[in-house]
């Protein structure tokens, strides 16, 4: 696997085109919204809470079947989108992978890329998160049992949020997360220009540490790209090397894709996952 400082630009942008790694990309995503608007129908959702003043500042909470008494766990879900597209109503489905637990799903939405600057994007997922400790009892939810999850970019927004909120979550799971934002420079996903020095040194894998975490786990796809592996096995041995009870799983025949439609299906590892993180 080669390092990113020795691939081209051209090689760096292969690595990180999803839609030429996952050529049913785009199918998939209408699959997405196909099974959430089926989420929303069969649950009671409270939509579209605001966690700030923009419009994108909102947030869905997808009930459980049943509460648990003393207070339900929650399952914070980030979406990905390499921080510019993509919305929460694409990813209701996620809850099914709570249903088992009993737990609040909670998916937010964040402001975008280019209207809004990286460093805004990444307080909204503080925020977010700071919404759900302050507010989630509310509805039922254990504001001591939060798992923080994300995936792709939204690994990334997850991963920080839960370094800087300063309290306490339960787990985290990152699924194909991008964690090293050196590279992402350098790619076709920069020709807007959203990412300069400064800021992959503050966003770095390295301050994206925290000591306010029970435990983690860095998944990625068999089939994904050698830069989302290696971004997923890195920032699991940056977390190992804090102390931090974490691991990095590399989830068979699943790629960036089919690795978060898993989420809808309890027979499956990334279900088993998260069932584990909500005990």
């Not at 648990?68 to 809850?95: E, T």
């Not at 923080?148 to 690994?155: F, L, M």
């Not at 920080?160 to 076709?188: E, H, W």
């Amino acid at each position: 696997m080669n390092k990113p400082a020795s691939l081209s630009k051209e090689e760096l942008d292969k690595q990180y085109f999803v839609r030429g790694l996952v050529p049913e990309w785009d199918s998939k995503l209408s699959e997405f919204s196909n099974l959430s608007s089926q989420k929303r129908k069969e649950r009671k959702v409270f939509e579209n809470i605001p966690y700030g003043d923009d419009k994108r500042q909102v947030l869905d909470i997808i009930m459980p079947k049943k509460l648990i008494s003393g207070g339900s766990p929650v399952l914070l879900f980030f979406h990905g989108g390499y921080w510019r597209m993509m919305d929460k109503n694409q990813f209701s489905f996620i809850a099914n992978a709570g249903d088992p637990s009993g737990a609040i799903t909670v998916i937010p939405n964040y402001r975008l890329l280019p209207l809004n600057n990286f460093d805004e994007i990444n307080q909204d997922s503080k925020n977010a998160l700071e919404w759900v400790f302050n507010n989630i009892q509310l509805y039922g939810g254990d504001p001591n049992k939060v798992i923080v999850c994300g995936h792709s970019a939204g690994a990334q927004l997850a991963a920080q949020a839960v370094a800087s909120c300063g309290r306490k979550v339960s787990s985290f799971v990152g699924i194909s997360g991008i964690y090293d934002l050196a590279p992402i420079k350098n790619t076709f996903l920069n020709d807007i220009g959203f990412l300069n020095d400064r800021l992959i040194e503050k966003y770095s894998l390295k301050t994206a540490n925290t000591s306010y975490l029970t435990s983690a786990v860095f998944s990625y796809g068999e089939h994904e790209s050698d830069e989302f592996k290696r971004q997923s096995k890195e920032q699991n041995s940056n977390w190992i090397k804090s102390g931090l009870n974490t691991k990095s799983i590399e989830i068979k025949n699943s790629n960036h894709a089919t690795i978060v439609e898993q989420l809808n299906n309890p027979k499956t590892t990334m279900q088993s996952i998260i069932t584990k993180m909500l005990k």
